[in-house]
């Protein structure tokens, strides 16, 4: 038998171990989720290596030459996921297996009650794996705590295509803002604690209401996370130099580049050059089509 098929099998042991069941459905059911993480964590992985070869000095066009598609291709499909800043527009980070497998748990919640996902749903999620679940375990958050809370806090009402929920759909945006948040601390991969620091400071969300109703502080999570959340990376000090030209010097505000040959954008006490202004454009773009996805009806967190 061949490494392939070897390999095959012991994906279908693990999806038959992960069931407990003979139910061809539920196998079925298994398998579609297993292949959904293994998936992220392949990507992941690739992740891992594109970013070693950059590190190695090699460039996009190396890149993309050993993966069949162009540099073009290669740069849009990785820099954002590796070169991110944390401002704005910086391209949301890839959820772990972990994470991936807590959001299943709240897209299930969810899809019991018939609602899209929110908030508490995430807590739900949150409980089952993780540096999160550890956190909420050692503040005495509980499944059980949350779901009464949920029951006390957040009435279900009547619209026009049927009963809701308060704070039914944001659970959406939030993994949006903590995969944004693991990018901008400079982490590839969006786990559990990311998100558990997101919706720990909203104070508008329901799962921030739900744990000030157990008394459980924001400054309490933040601390538990600080040990697993690095603080923002700071700009070097080769691009801190590059941003202050000298008398006379045409610095790129953004990449520090003082190239005369580069056309320059120029606007009040701020210049761009055409290449970063190509790269505002994409993502840009990007933002607008994840918007255009964001507004589609029945939106799910994974799957």
């Known amino acids: 038998m061949d490494s392939a098929a070897l390999n095959t099998q012991a994906m279908i042991d693990a999806v038959a171990e992960r069931a407990g069941s003979t139910d061809p459905l539920v196998l079925l059911e298994t398998a579609i989720r297993y292949a959904a993480l293994t998936s992220q964590a392949a990507d992941a992985m690739v992740d891992h290596y594109v970013q070693a070869t950059r590190d190695a000095g090699l460039s996009w066009t190396d890149i993309g030459l050993r993966l069949g598609i162009s540099k073009q291709a290669a ?164 691009s801190r130099k590059l941003t202050k030209p000298g008398r006379g010097a045409r610095s790129c505000s953004f990449c520090g580049c003082q190239d005369p040959h580069r056309a320059m954008v120029h606007g009040p006490g701020v210049q761009i050059c055409g290449e970063c202004v190509q790269l505002a454009v994409e993502i840009v773009t990007a933002q607008h089509e994840q918007a255009d996805h964001a507004l589609q009806p029945g939106r799910r967190l994974i799957g």
């Not at 991110?84 to 748990?105: F, K």
């Not at 508490?120 to 809370?149: F, M, N, S, W």
């Open 75 to 238: 740069r849009q499909r990785y820099a954002s996921r590796l070169e991110v800043d944390g401002g704005p527009g910086t391209e949301p980070a890839v959820i772990s297996p972990r994470l991936a497998s807590c959001l299943q748990v709240a897209q299930e919640a969810a899809d019991a009650e018939g609602s899209t996902p929110g908030t508490q749903h995430l807590l739900l999620g949150l409980l089952q794996v993780g540096l999160a679940a550890g956190v909420l375990d050692r503040l005495g958050v509980t499944r059980e705590k949350v779901i009464d809370a949920t029951a006390r806090l957040l009435r279900p009402y009547e619209t026009g295509d049927g009963t809701r929920t308060v704070g039914d759909g944001e659970a959406y945006d939030t993994v949006m803002r903590a995969r944004r948040f693991a990018a901008g601390r400079g982490q590839n991969l969006a786990d559990t604690q990311h998100v558990l620091f997101i919706v720990a400071t909203d104070p508008g969300c329901s799962a921030r209401r739900i744990l000030d109703d157990l008394g459980v502080e924001a400054a309490s999570i933040k601390r538990e996370l600080a040990e697993w959340i690095p603080a923002p990376p700071r700009p070097s000090r080769r």
